[in-house]
């Protein structure tokens, strides 16, 4: 089953997302330390909550700047695996990042890659924006894939 497949049967359980996102963060358990929230997942996009709380405070009490950080590449990382064709695989090169505004409310990152179900092999620039409950950005972030084809069995 399709992870994006997935994700819709899940979600319409009660507690159906909390249940996919700690699924998620059981595969790659890194992620768990933000306690993210996957709010949204098609093919071409995935959409990651995460509340302000202490532990993912810096010292003047916003928002850390690796928390955001694995909030986008979470929402990446989901949006991959939702939508890359089944004879490709990706891994991940690079990760540009530009801090915009403190993170001073809980935030959103959005990923957005409509070229994901046609992709080729080679680098791919993937977008991810993170907003504030005031709908401001944030940060944003370019992370760079490399695609290849799977290896034939």
């Known amino acids: 089953m399709k992870l994006d497949s997935l994700y819709k049967k899940m979600s319409r359980w009660p ?22 929230l996957v709010s ?21 009490g916003t928002v850390h700047a690796i928390a955001m950080c694995n909030m986008c590449e979470l929402a990446f990382g989901l949006t991959m ?4 064709p089944n004879h490709l ?9 530009r801090y915009l505004k403190k ?14 179900t046609s ?5 791919h620039v993937v977008p991810v924006k993170i907003t504030d409950t005031h709908d401001q950005v944030v940060m944003e972030a370019d992370i760079t894939v490399y695609v290849t084809e799977k290896p034939k069995l």
């Not at 695996?81 to 890359?84: K, L, R």
């Not at 695989?89 to 990042?97: C, E, F, L, N």
């Not at 992709?119 to 680098?123: E, Q």
């Open 89 to 97: 695989r990706w891994i991940p090169k690079g990760m540009a990042v």
């Open 103 to 116: 993170g001073q409310t809980d935030l959103t990152a959005v990923c957005l890659f409509p070229q994901l």
């Open 119 to 123: 992709l080729s092999p080679g680098d």
């Open 40 to 60: 949204e997942l098609t093919e071409i996009s995935c959409v990651v909550v995460m509340k302000k709380r202490r532990r993912v405070l810096n010292h003047i």
């Open 15 to 36: 507690l159906g997302r909390a249940l996919f996102t700690r699924v998620a963060t059981l595969k790659a358990p890194y992620f768990s330390t933000i306690h993210p």
């Open 81 to 84: 695996e939702a939508g890359i």
